[in-house]
Structures are given as structure tokens and as C-alpha cells.
């Protein structure tokens, strides 16, 4: 069993920014990636930002030099700062973990999802 706890949603102006996180609890032994997908109505998931528990990351070209993903390994947390925010980015942002869960199986996690709004 494992619950990753997403906060920092909300509604925003365009041009400005939000900070997501969201906590990985439970059985797990060891986390190899966490990540942000979106959601917007009609449209497919895709990628918004990954990073491993080594420290890479990945980002998806929309969001290049606006969105900043960060982890706090100890706390098995990832962190979406998001600037600049467009209207564009609204969608609903679901937290993904890449984990070794203590049955020593692989898996892939999901958050419930938040929503983000941008709108003037």
C-alpha cells in the first residue's frame, strides 16, 4: 500500500506562479523516480516534469525554463515550481512514483490529482 499526498493547487493569475508537492507513504523500499503529468479536458496525459532519486530530470517541452522540479529524498517528496504559468498549463496535475515497494516488486503510483487553474 502506497498514498502519495499531493498539495498546492489552486487558481492563479497568468504570469504567475504555484508551488506543487506531493509525499510518497507506505510500503515502500525505495523510490526511483517521482514525477508531474497534466490533464487538461479532451486531451491526453503528458508529461510535465520527472526527476530521479539521483537527481535527473526530465521535462516536457511546454514547460521548458518555466517549471522547476526538486525532491527531497529523506522525505520521499517532489516539488513542482511553476512560474510563469500560462492558461495553457490548467489542467489536472497528477503526482506519479517509479517505486520498489517492500515486497521488492517495481511499481507505478498515482496521485488523486490536483487541479491547477490559470485565469484572469
Known amino acids: 500500500q502506497v498514498q502519495l499526498v499531493e498539495s498546492g493547487g489552486g487558481l492563479v493569475q497568468p504570469g504567475g506562479s504555484l508551488r506543487l508537492s506531493c509525499a510518497a507513504s507506505g510500503s515502500i523500499f525505495s523510490i526511483n523516480a517521482m514525477g508531474w503529468y497534466r490533464q487538461a479536458p479532451g486531451k491526453q496525459r503528458e508529461l510535465v516534469a520527472a526527476?530521479?532519486?539521483?537527481?535527473?530530470?526530465k521535462y516536457g517541452d511546454s514547460v521548458k525554463g518555466r517549471f522547476t522540479i526538486s525532491r527531497d529524498n529523506a522525505k520521499n517528496t517532489v516539488y513542482l515550481q511553476m512560474n510563469s504559468l500560462k492558461p495553457e498549463d490548467t489542467a489536472v496535475y497528477y503526482c506519479n512514483a517509479d517505486l520498489t515497494a517492500t515486497n521488492g516488486y517495481e511499481y507505478h503510483y498515482w496521485g488523486q490529482g490536483t487541479q491547477v487553474t490559470v485565469s484572469s
Open positions: 526527476i530521479t532519486s539521483g537527481g535527473s530530470t
